[in-house]
């Protein structure tokens, strides 16, 4: 299973992006326990944006009510997070990580690949 989140970019300040992570490998019969959002700016460590298991999401104190994640069921999408109001300090690199059910495999942690999001003044 490999996982891939994507479409950052650069946006200015108060602008919206919204992140995919996809996942592959995962063959025909698959289940999405949870799915969690990082981010990562230079010199910090990594940061727990949002989370969503069952419905339930959770978001970290600095993007609540401005970010909001999704389980997607779209093809292989498994999450989207949609960032509002975006700040300078939302400018990390954003990882999507998933605890991702298979009959192979059971239940395995994955993370995805990140994707640039550069908050511009």
């Known amino acids: 299973v490999q996982l891939q989140a994507s479409g950052g970019g650069l946006v200015q300040t108060g602008g919206s992006l919204t992140l995919s992570c996809t996942a592959s490998g995962t063959g025909t019969f698959f289940r999405i326990n949870t799915v969690s959002w990082y981010r990562q700016a230079p010199g910090d460590q990594r940061e727990l944006v949002a989370g969503i298991s069952g419905g339930r999401t959770s978001y970290g104190t600095s993007v609540k009510g401005r970010f909001s994640i999704f389980e997607d069921s779209d093809e292989n999408t498994v999450s989207l997070l949609q960032m509002n109001s975006l700040k300078l300090e939302d400018t990390a690199v954003y990882y999507c990580?998933?605890?991702?059910?298979?009959?192979?495999?059971?239940?395995?942690?994955?993370w995805g690949q990140g994707t640039q999001v550069t908050v511009s003044s």
């Open positions: 990580h998933a605890n991702i059910w298979t009959p192979a495999m059971g239940s395995v942690g994955h």
